[in-house]
């Protein structure tokens, strides 16, 4: 890709030097806020997102202001005024009206097309964000009177269309090497899946003799495994927050565990401490190295269970349960289970009807589970570790192609949009 023949100072540090050329102008020299109040009766309601402006869902969240939303016109451009949705914004293929929480407007002079690249920009979106006002990260705002003052460097009307074409075309093809690359990681998941529940239900051994489980989901298991309920092999253990206005239980050398540290298999550092004195007047307890941690509660419960390790001794908050081995079951391999067997646990455990997703522990600890014996559970741990440990490979760098993948994205559009690298 060339540069252009000549170039000077923009003045404005996000965009540095520009084409001698484009214009350099504030954004409301390009643009008309929209503010016309409009009722979702009349005017189909929108979601903005980071992937743009779409038909708003019909499970998601409803605010009460139904008769209180904003006009949102085809072509409009849409972005949403908090830093908790940082990024989140769009040209508008539809009419129909969003939350008072966006900000509308009506491009003139400059195509919406150019203007949806140079908009979701990194460089954009930054300075969008610094412009703003807040006391704290999550609760940012930048409004339209803050905005309008942001420096854009335009090009002509017919070079914008040549650069939005570009764009398109470009991200266009890497966006379906994203696709397949994803897809690939979800077949690589469901084929985990598929190995770890045939060896935790039906073992190693395809010589075996086999017996009916009583279990329709699982049919017929090795005849000399039993069958158990989960009560009967594991303690199970609560946790709780200690309050949060007594400043002498936080900032601790304890570990206090969250659903939101639960993204690996194995817990070796929190986001928040507590102390021993937390400890000693709430409803949390001392979990000891080496239980296996269960989310019971959290919106998560839909798609997955999450599990995890516990690496050195901890406390839980009351989503989480903690499971101890008293009986003759490897804690490594109940793992496995849940995890080969998830779909139908989630239907089997999940309370209907809650507010927010949540196993029903009396059915978890009451549900049955195939128990091998002990010998024969290491053995299938052993053997799915060095299984899984591969396609958990495979799924990492493929994971990282994907943000290799949407780093040059970025990195193209930011260098486009801002005339860095001229497009023919």
């Given at each position: 890709?060339?540069?252009?023949?000549?170039?000077?100072?923009?003045?404005?540090?996000?965009?540095?030097?520009?084409?001698?050329?484009?214009?350099?102008?504030?954004?409301g020299n390009w643009f008309e806020e929209r503010r016309e109040k409009v009722s979702?009766?009349?005017?189909?309601?929108?979601?903005?997102?980071?992937?743009?402006?779409?038909?708003?869902?019909?499970?998601?969240?409803?605010?009460?202001?139904?008769?209180?939303?904003?006009?949102?016109?085809?072509?409009?451009?849409?972005?949403?005024?908090?830093?908790?949705?940082?990024?989140?914004?769009?040209?508008?293929?539809?009419?129909?009206?969003?939350?008072?929480?966006?900000?509308?407007?009506?491009?003139?002079?400059?195509?919406?097309?150019?203007?949806?690249?140079?908009?979701?920009?990194?460089?954009f979106i930054e300075e969008f964000y610094r412009n703003g006002h807040g006391i704290v990260a999550d609760?940012?705002?930048t409004r339209y009177d803050e905005m309008k003052f942001i420096h854009l460097a335009i090009p002509p009307i017919s070079e914008q269309e040549a650069i939005a074409a570009f764009l398109d075309e470009k991200c266009g093809k890497i966006d379906e090497l994203v696709s397949v690359k994803e897809q690939q990681i979800a077949l690589l998941k469901e084929r985990r899946q598929i190995i770890i529940h045939e060896a935790v239900t039906k073992g190693l051994d395809t010589q075996v003799e086999m017996?009916?489980?009583?279990?329709?989901?699982?049919?017929?298991?090795?005849?000399?495994?039993?069958?158990?309920?989960?009560?009967?092999?594991?303690?199970?253990?609560?946790g709780g927050t200690p309050s949060k206005e007594r400043a002498?239980?936080?900032?601790?050398?304890?570990?206090?565990?969250?659903?939101?540290?639960?993204?690996?298999?194995?817990?070796t550092t929190t986001e928040d401490n507590i102390t021993k004195e937390a400890v000693e007047n709430s409803s949390t307890t001392l979990v000891k190295k080496g239980s296996l941690l269960v989310v019971v509660r959290s919106g998560i419960l839909q798609r997955t269970i999450p599990l995890a390790f516990a690496n050195l001794d901890l406390t839980i908050n009351q989503d989480l349960k903690a499971f101890i081995q008293v009986s003759?079951?490897?804690?490594?391999?109940?793992y496995l289970f849940i995890k080969g067997c998830e779909n139908f646990l989630l239907n089997e455990w999940v309370k209907a009807g809650a507010t927010v997703e949540s196993i029903e522990v009396q059915l978890m600890l009451n549900h049955l589970i195939i128990l091998p014996p002990l010998h024969e559970q290491e053995q299938i741990v052993t053997y799915l570790e060095e299984?899984?440990?591969?396609?958990?490979?495979?799924?990492?760098k493929k994971t990282e192609q994907i943000a290799k993948l949407k780093e040059y994205k970025q990195s193209l559009i930011n260098e486009v949009v801002t005339g860095k690298v001229r497009v023919a």
């Open positions: 890709m060339q540069t252009y023949d000549s170039y000077k100072s923009s003045g404005i540090d996000w965009l540095g030097e520009i084409p001698s050329h484009w214009e350099c102008k504030r954004l979702d009766k009349d005017f189909e309601p929108l979601s903005v997102t980071k992937n743009g402006i779409v038909p708003q869902l019909e499970n998601a969240a409803k605010s009460n202001d139904g008769d209180n939303r904003k006009l949102v016109k085809m072509g409009d451009f849409v972005i949403n005024s908090r830093s908790d949705r940082k990024g989140s914004s769009g040209l508008s293929p539809l009419d129909g009206s969003v939350s008072l929480i966006n900000i509308v407007m009506k491009p003139r002079n400059v195509s919406g097309v150019f203007i949806n690249h140079l908009l979701k920009s990194n460089g609760l940012w705002t017996k009916d489980s009583g279990i329709d989901w699982i049919g017929e298991i090795p005849e000399h495994w039993e069958v158990k309920k989960i009560k009967y092999l594991f303690s199970v253990i609560g002498q239980f936080w900032n601790g050398d304890i570990p206090w565990v969250s659903p939101k540290d639960m993204k690996f298999k194995n817990i003759y079951m490897n804690t490594n391999y109940l299984q899984t440990s591969q396609i958990d490979l495979a799924i990492v």
